[in-house]
């Protein structure tokens, strides 16, 4: 099956994602004098990458889905963006917790893209990810 180029150019920046949910979990530091840095890195990566995708699909996704009937699908997107939001506003005050947190809340979220959501608009559209192999 042909995918869509929106759909294309969406899993690119998921992949984008994964390896920073990857990077995240490297940088989570041992010296808590060096998590200032890390949270404000995943901070300005997350304003840089993923603000914009998060707005593109909510403008352009999101309506395909509850128009397929899938409303289910587009109201847990529209709460895992919110909660990714929260996770990035909250490493305003670093934490160890917040950074694992972020990073595992975008590895399961992009998962949930492109195995289900990706699934219900084009089958056979989605690409596999395994959170489990990051």
Same mark, same amino acid.
């Given at each position: 099956?042909?995918?869509?180029?929106?759909?294309?150019?969406?899993?690119?920046?998921?992949?984008?994602?994964l390896k920073l949910a990857l990077a995240v979990?490297?940088?989570?530091?041992?010296?808590?004098?060096? =998590?200032?840095?890390?949270?404000?890195?995943?901070?300005?990566? #997350?304003?840089?990458? %993923?603000?914009? +995708?998060?707005?593109? @699909? &909510?403008?352009?996704?999101?309506?395909?889905?509850?128009?397929?009937?899938?409303?289910?699908?587009?109201?847990?997107?529209?709460?895992?963006?919110?909660?990714?939001?929260?996770?990035?506003?909250? =490493?305003?005050?670093?934490?160890?917790?917040?950074?694992?947190? #972020?990073?595992?809340? %975008?590895?399961? +979220?992009?998962?949930? @893209? &492109?195995n289900i959501v990706w699934e219900a608009l084009?089958?056979?559209?989605?690409?596999?990810?395994?959170?489990?192999?990051?």
């Amino acid at each position: 099956m042909t995918r869509s180029p929106r759909l294309i150019h969406l899993s690119h920046e998921h992949a984008s994602a994964l390896k920073l949910a990857l990077a995240v979990r490297a940088l989570t530091p041992d010296d808590p004098t060096s =998590l200032p840095a890390v949270a404000q890195r995943i901070r300005d990566t #997350f304003e840089r990458e %993923l603000v914009g +995708h998060f707005e593109e @699909e &909510e403008k352009h996704v999101l309506p395909r889905l509850e128009a397929a009937g899938r409303a289910d699908l587009a109201e847990r997107t529209r709460r895992d963006h919110d909660r990714l939001r929260e996770l990035a506003a909250a =490493l305003a005050n670093p934490s160890v917790e917040g950074v694992r947190a #972020f990073a595992a809340a %975008l590895t399961a +979220h992009v998962a949930f @893209e &492109e195995n289900i959501v990706w699934e219900a608009l084009e089958p056979g559209a989605g690409m596999s990810f395994d959170p489990d192999a990051i």
